[in-house]
């Protein structure tokens, strides 16, 4: 038996603020900082700059936290920005953006971060290669179930993974930095690489993740006071773990020694604690990606459900569980989709399958040399739409100042217009970025996403012969 979604007010709401920090720090740090510092630091002239575009970005997304908090509370419903974009420029915009997170950014993401988890798997049960998808399907079906169990199943899960990750994260950052020895910051070799720009998007990405705080924003208690601190909180928080743990590996692995590292975390832990510190950090990083995915799972799920409830030909997202007050279908038409992306991006027969579907709308294949399949793949392809729907949400900031002046606003975003003239920029910034590294998956992009909208219409037509 099932119900619809619950209301604002509703007596699910259940998380407190360190349930909602805990969801944020889960989702954010997944594996950028583990696997990518040795390329964003190989593009900066000096260590202290590097460590500066970390800051730099962590400021940059404490902006946008402060644009989230203010929307979050004035309107709290569950689906974050799917409600402030329909508010601000109608259903159609917002329903365009359900279906999109639906049907690639959110689900690309699920998919993307468990191939994180999977690669980091099979290095510590010896499996083969070829398991690789195995592992990564097996995480997306394991936590919907935990998560279709009820939100406090999802939230204790969130909670131990989160939990888990910062116990790691403390023995990197405590052992990196006890380190004494001869590690050098001097700079040996000149910038190999785009410089400046690919190290912010690559931090930026590191960061991405804060904002799906907004989609649960009905299930945290008083929100007025909780939804604002969650969300900067946990991205203090954040900042502060991301500058401390590169402050490790280069105290450990010196700056050209960070530059040159391509694993800069099991570098380092290797250094410091030998055979045993580098298997140990496979183990965080595969607990950070689940934590990742687990907060995923859990937060956006209740958006589809928001979708579904306003859309009657989607209506079966927006059936709630009566057992287990749990988005049960949302959550299983979302792992559905993520467990076919793994599929399709991991799998000869899948890749094939792929270009075959191309070819049907005549564009070229996927260059899958490129982007590797599995992580790189799913990312690629779910960046520029992600950072579209960033860029109009922080416009909606604007539109619903002009449109809701008289609505009571329990946070106010400081510095106005700054503050969202700032997130529409690095908004804008990262759209350019995104787009021109996924050049050639703008077709696979663009397929699903214009498929948005005759899905539009044919929900109106089916509400209107309800009436």
């Keep these: 038996m099932s119900e619809s979604?619950?209301?604002?007010?509703?007596?699910?709401?259940?998380?407190?603020?360190?349930?909602?920090?805990?969801?944020?720090?889960?989702?954010?740090?997944?594996?950028?900082?583990?696997?990518?510092?040795?390329?964003?630091?190989?593009?900066?002239?000096?260590?202290?700059?590097?460590?500066?575009?970390?800051?730099?970005?962590?400021?940059?997304?404490?902006?946008?936290?402060?644009?989230?908090?203010?929307?979050?509370?004035?309107?709290?419903?569950?689906?974050?920005?799917?409600?402030?974009?329909?508010?601000?420029?109608?259903?159609?915009?917002?329903?365009?953006?359900?279906?999109?997170?639906?049907?690639?950014?959110?689900?690309?993401?699920?998919?993307?971060?468990?191939?994180?988890?999977?690669?980091?798997?099979?290095?510590?049960?010896?499996?083969?290669?070829?398991?690789?998808?195995?592992?990564?399907?097996?995480?997306?079906?394991?936590?919907?179930?935990?998560?279709c169990l009820g939100i406090r199943s999802g939230k204790w899960t969130q909670n131990l993974l989160t939990c888990a990750k910062a116990i790691g994260l403390l023995m990197l950052i405590v052992g990196g930095l006890s380190v004494t020895g001869t590690t050098s910051m001097e700079v040996v070799k000149p910038i190999d690489g785009p410089g400046w720009s690919l190290s912010m998007i690559l931090v930026l990405y590191a960061y991405g993740g804060w904002n799906d705080a907004a989609f649960v924003a009905a299930d945290v208690r008083d929100r007025k006071r909780n939804i604002p601190r969650a969300l900067l909180l946990g991205i203090g928080a954040i900042t502060a773990c991301y500058l401390l743990v590169n402050a490790a590996y280069l105290t450990t692995l010196g700056f050209e020694g960070l530059r040159a590292s391509r694993q800069p975390a099991g570098d380092a832990m290797a250094k410091v604690f030998g055979p045993f510190g580098e298997r140990a950090i496979s183990v965080l990083v595969m607990v950070s990606a689940l934590g990742s995915v687990s907060g995923l799972i859990f937060s956006v799920a209740r958006l589809h459900a928001t979708v579904g409830a306003d859309h009657p030909a989607f209506g079966l997202l927006g059936r709630w569980s009566h057992w287990s007050k749990a988005p049960v279908w949302s959550l299983l038409v979302q792992g559905t989709i993520a467990g076919l992306m793994i599929v399709c991006v991991g799998t000869p027969a899948g890749r094939n399958g792929v270009d075959g579907l191309l070819a049907m709308v005549h564009a070229n294949p996927v260059p899958w040399n490129k982007y590797y399949g599995g992580f790189e793949t799913l990312y690629a392809a779910s960046a520029?739409?992600?950072?579209?729907?960033?860029?109009?949400?922080?416009?909606?900031?604007?539109?619903?100042?002009?449109?809701?002046?008289?609505?009571?606003?329990?946070?106010?975003?400081?510095?106005?217009?700054?503050?969202?003239?700032?997130?529409?920029?690095?908004?804008?910034?990262?759209?350019?970025s995104a787009t021109r590294y996924a050049l050639p998956l703008l077709p696979l992009i663009a397929v699903p996403f214009l498929l948005g909208i005759p899905l539009y219409f044919l929900s109106q037509s089916f509400r209107s012969r309800q009436r």
């Design 384 to 432: 520029p739409i992600f950072w579209l729907f960033f860029l109009a949400t922080g416009v909606a900031c604007f539109v619903l100042r002009l449109k809701d002046p008289h609505i009571e606003r329990p946070f106010r975003s400081p510095l106005f217009p700054l503050c969202p003239l700032v997130f529409c920029g690095m908004s804008l910034f990262g759209l350019n």
């Design 5 to 147: 979604v619950p209301s604002a007010e509703d007596e699910s709401a259940a998380l407190s603020v360190w349930d909602a920090v805990s969801l944020i720090v889960g989702i954010v740090i997944g594996s950028t900082v583990f696997k990518m510092s040795g390329t964003i630091f190989a593009n900066m002239p000096d260590p202290w700059t590097g460590l500066g575009i970390w800051a730099v970005c962590g400021g940059l997304s404490f902006v946008g936290a402060l644009c989230y908090a203010e929307l979050a509370t004035t309107y709290p419903r569950l689906g974050g920005e799917y409600n402030y974009l329909t508010r601000a420029f109608g259903p159609g915009v917002g329903f365009l953006f359900g279906w999109s997170q639906l049907a690639i950014i959110q689900t690309g993401s699920i998919g993307a971060l468990s191939y994180v988890f999977a690669e980091y798997a099979v290095r510590v049960f010896n499996a083969p290669e070829s398991a690789v998808v195995w592992f990564a399907l097996g995480a997306v079906v394991g936590l919907t179930g935990l998560n």
